[in-house]
């Protein structure tokens, strides 16, 4: 192997070999040498022994990376390979590193299935449309709390503020995630500011709920008009209704037993329902065939009914409803449990919220039934 001080004026000079490369060390810095191949391509190369290994690293090609530069960065490569530092061990742990857009491809296969249909959709297109984009290629290794924080306010920026804390508690938990799997030492989502929410509290009034059942009466689609009214009637989430199967349902007991697969908290959910209900799918199981097991089948009888978006516009215009959503209905639901039983624990239940703080956001509607407790109280207490 031939050894020369590499300078400037040998590197414009040489010629390269008839065939395969020649390596050219530098007598001046150990481990510093160049590389010139048959067709003319020049680089930079630094060789490091370890464990009686000789090890080589490429620095860089001529002429993007000059002699000068190439010398110096040989050094501080010695430096800390001397150091005990390892750096080609690092840059091959680094080229064997994964990536935000891997750690995507496992959290996608492995946890997302632990999600409703719903959830996991929901999930998919953020990642697609905000994650991926501005991290996919990062190294997981190499991304720190800004990193997490700055896509948090470029979309709080673009005016969707929930939608930036809904981000955020994905790649949160996928991080976790990447925490358990090995592939870092910490969650460097954690501790990122989010921005405040108010839980939406929007409920039907007595005159809109009026409305809503004369805008149902009037509803040409009746499988779209019982959906709905079921809905409102149970406090069920629109899932779990169009997802309902006939076997779910006990009629003469009037019990609803929503299986775990078919619940967002994935735990099975029994609740009694009311003669209203039970009306309504007591005709829905003399109209709707034996052999079909939905309760609300779709245009194929085989799946279920999809999609009631054009049926709820149709039956919120009528109404006059225009700031008034279809989950609002279970928002409604619960705020007349509340009132009537004075309960956020029955109402919990109804519902199937398995955090106390979920069901609190209905607290403040618990005046009316303790005004009405300690009236009573007070006449008892006077001996009337």
């Avoid at 464990?51 to 050094?75: I, M």
């Avoid at 929503?258 to 959910?269: G, I, N, V, Y």
Wanted: hydrophobic letters at 40%; one cysteine or more.
């Amino acid at each position: 192997m031939t050894v020369a001080t590499i300078t400037a004026d040998l590197v414009r000079n040489l010629k390269p070999p008839p065939s395969g490369q020649t390596i050219l060390r530098d007598d001046k810095l150990k481990g510093f040498a160049l590389r010139i191949t048959a067709n003319g391509a020049i680089s930079f190369l630094v060789h490091v022994t370890k464990k009686g290994v000789e090890r080589r690293h490429t620095l860089g090609s001529y002429p993007t990376l000059s002699v000068a530069l190439a010398r110096d960065a040989a050094k501080r490569f010695r430096q800390r390979h001397l150091l005990g530092q390892d750096p080609i061990g690092h840059l091959d742990r680094q080229k064997l590193a994964p990536r935000v857009i891997e750690l995507w491809d496992r959290y996608r296969q492995e946890h997302l299935p632990t999600k409703s249909e719903r959830a996991a959709a929901d999930e998919r297109s953020m990642w697609r449309d905000y994650v991926l984009p501005v991290l996919g290629e990062r190294l997981i290794g190499d991304l720190v709390p800004d990193d997490i924080d700055a896509l948090h306010r470029k979309i709080t920026i673009s005016g969707k503020h929930v939608r930036a804390n809904r981000v955020h508690e994905s790649l949160r938990k996928a991080l976790s995630l990447a925490v358990c799997w090995g592939w870092m030492e910490r969650n460097i989502a954690q501790g990122v500011k989010r921005n405040g929410e108010q839980p939406r509290q929007r409920y039907a009034s007595e005159e809109e709920l009026r409305a809503i059942w004369k805008a149902l009466d009037e509803l040409d689609n009746q499988s779209a008009a019982d959906v709905i009214a079921m809905l409102l009637l149970t406090g069920a989430r629109r899932s779990e209704v169009l997802r309902a199967r006939w076997n779910h349902f006990d009629l003469e007991a009037g019990t609803w037993t929503k299986p775990p697969a078919a619940t967002k908290q994935k735990r099975l959910h029994r609740v009694p329902l009311s003669p209203a209900a039970l009306t309504i799918l007591k005709r829905r199981r003399m109209e709707v065939r034996e052999d079909i097991a939905w309760v609300f089948p779709g245009l194929d009888p085989a799946h279920p009914l999809t999609d009631i978006k054009r049926a709820w516009k149709l039956v919120r215009d009528q109404a006059g409803l225009e700031d008034f959503r279809l989950h609002d209905l279970r928002h409604t639901f619960a705020s007349r449990v509340v009132s009537d039983t004075g309960s956020l624990y029955v109402t919990s239940q109804l519902l199937g919220h398995t955090q106390t703080q979920t069901t609190a956001r209905y607290a403040h509607l618990l005046d009316d039934a303790m005004r009405k407790a300690t009236e009573s109280a007070s006449r008892r207490l006077k001996g009337q």
